[in-house]
């Protein structure tokens, strides 16, 4: 039976990521399997509607590129010997036609993280890679959801992956004594995926959506691998919570709407649920990072019904516990909101006025916007709309603009 | 693969270790050159002496131009090295973090470009 288009794209969408690790174990050489893994999918698109699909279509591809590598480094007369080393190894790996273990596969997605979420790479470039070469998204969209130009990009992987072969960067997945490390650093990789697609304000919305459901799918595949790592879990939990109010967090108009304005009929229950208990294990299970206490604020509020029935008195419990180990000014001041709905307003602003006496956030937005609304609350207008006016000159992002905006013009009409 | 681990230490730091405490450092040292020599990693390696002692050298249009002290000013300064040969980028991090001045300067790994590597370049 043959794949139609659309599935053999969906295919190519699923499917790339799994085999182009596999690829890379076996060539050890990034350029050279996605290359040679382009190549088998023309090759596939042409016999395949023909011929019909294979069996197995991920082995028949990975077979078809790994001869695609090894007739290539044949005509390079000088890597003669690797390509008859390769002949011999991966013929031995991989039967054609035959079925590739399940967890051999997740083993070389594993490793292909780690070596992407390297250290030794720069950041920016370890999102990227992740993105191209576990998630199978091409360098245009990275570029188009990062707002970067394509040849930056472009310039961004190709670095990357000379790094990758020049200075010995292994496909391996880490020892047990630097796995924890590493694995932070991996967990931060995937969480900034996820905040690029959240946060982010401009851009093309289906792309930023693309990133959220990226980001998910990796701490997935994270759980699945290594089910022993409770951090990991909770970071899962934090992204499926954040993203189930997804449809409420923007307006129609496309202006944002605060949570506790959110039509909470527009959150995804299945999701909260399915969030709440991968944060419950996680718990259970000794996590007590950034993640996991992140994932318990965020379990309360996606969980309580109204925005009334929000359990402020814990939420304000969890951020002075982040405070204590995650110091940030953000934390600072969301811990300060959440004393101001738990115990009194005034409070709460009395403790944004403390950050503000530091100097040290002068140029932080969310300061303003935070004591701005708190005096709103007090019915403090006329201080509340200065406090706005100061939070638009410090704010960049659009949607954020927009918001302080209309808020500032509802407290002048008063 | 092979490595250089160059090691930054700042050397106006390093003046005021009182002498015990540079003798036990020195044995430190000693004992880590000879772990990774029976490991099989260590292929050579170096303490400096100070950039006080440094001289730099550039030929410009055919003219000797000899300066004193390092090429560039820097916090930390190049005060040795280690040559090594490791299986790969994660082995040589792991060796450089042993090294003794990781813990007050920082350790660069650099791999080393194969011969055939340089031709082709």
Request: aromatic fraction near 6%.
């Given at each position: ?7 053999f794209d969906k295919f190519h969408r699923e499917e790339s990521g799994r085999i182009l690790s ?159 490390d590493r694995l932070d650093g991996v967990l931060l990789v995937v969480y900034l995926i996820f ?220 | ?108 790994v650099r791999p080393i470009m194969s011969r055939t590597q340089a031709v082709q370049a």
């Amino acid at each position: 039976m043959a794949l139609a288009l659309m599935d053999f794209d969906k295919f190519h969408r699923e499917e790339s990521g799994r085999i182009l690790s596999t690829l890379i174990r076996l060539l050890g050489d990034f350029d050279l399997a996605e290359e040679t893994l382009q190549e088998a999918y023309a090759v596939a698109l042409q016999k395949w509607p023909m011929e019909g699909t294979p069996a197995n279509p991920r082995s028949w591809l990975i077979s078809t590129a790994r001869h695609k590598a090894i007739d290539r480094l044949r005509r390079e007369q000088r890597f003669e010997r690797k390509a008859e080393q390769l002949a011999k190894t991966s013929e031995a790996t991989v039967q054609p036609e035959s079925e590739i273990e399940e967890d051999m596969v997740g083993d070389d997605r594993l490793r292909l993280i780690f070596t992407c979420c390297h250290p030794s790479l720069p950041l920016e470039a370890r999102v990227a890679l992740t993105l191209r070469t576990v998630c199978g998204i091409t360098t245009e969209e990275i570029s188009r959801a990062f707002l970067t130009p394509l040849a930056t990009m472009a310039q961004r992987l190709v670095r990357a992956k000379g790094k990758i072969r020049e200075a010995g960067i292994p496909y391996r997945v880490p020892s047990q004594e630097e796995l924890r490390d590493r694995l932070d650093g991996v967990l931060l990789v995937v969480y900034l995926i996820f905040n690029e697609g959240y946060l982010a304000s401009s851009g093309d919305a289906l792309v930023r959506q693309e990133l959220c459901a990226e980001a998910i799918r990796l701490g997935r595949v994270l759980c699945a691998l290594m089910p022993a790592q409770a951090e990991a879990r909770a970071l899962l939990g934090l992204m499926l919570l954040h993203d189930s109010r997804r449809d409420a967090r923007v307006s129609a108009e496309g202006e944002l709407v605060l949570l506790e304005e959110q039509d909470r009929s527009l959150w995804h229950a299945e999701q909260i649920r399915e969030g709440t208990e991968i944060v419950e294990s996680a718990l259970r299970n000794g996590a007590a990072g950034i993640y996991a206490l992140q994932a318990s604020i965020a379990a309360l509020h996606a969980n309580a019904k109204t925005a009334a029935e929000t359990d402020w008195a814990q939420i304000a419990a969890l951020y002075d516990v982040l405070l204590r180990t995650h110091a940030s000014p953000v934390i600072e001041v969301n811990r300060a909101v959440a004393v101001a709905m738990a115990r009194s307003v005034e409070e709460g602003l009395g403790l944004l006025d403390e950050i503000e006496k530091r100097e040290e956030l002068e140029e932080f937005h969310l300061l303003p916007a935070a004591q701005a609304d708190l005096l709103r609350r007090l019915g403090r207008n006329e201080e509340a709309a200065e406090a706005y006016r100061r939070a638009l000159s410090l704010a960049t992002n659009d949607i954020e603009r927009r918001f302080l905006r209309r808020r500032l013009g509802e407290i002048e009409k008063l | 693969m092979q490595y250089l681990l160059l090691i930054y230490r700042s050397e106006a730091e390093m003046a005021k270790i009182p002498p015990a405490d540079l003798n036990a450092m020195y044995a430190e040292y000693g004992k880590f050159t000879q772990e990774i020599t029976d490991s099989g990693n260590y292929v050579g390696g170096n303490p400096l002496k100070p950039t006080a002692t440094a001289t730099t050298v550039r030929v410009r249009d055919g003219k000797r131009v000899v300066t004193d002290g390092p090429f560039a000013e820097t916090k930390e300064q190049l005060g040795g090295y280690y040559l090594i040969e490791a299986n790969d980028l994660d082995q040589a991090i792991s060796i450089a973090a042993r090294i003794p001045g990781a813990r007050a300067g920082s350790i660069e790994v650099r791999p080393i470009m194969s011969r055939t590597q340089a031709v082709q370049a």
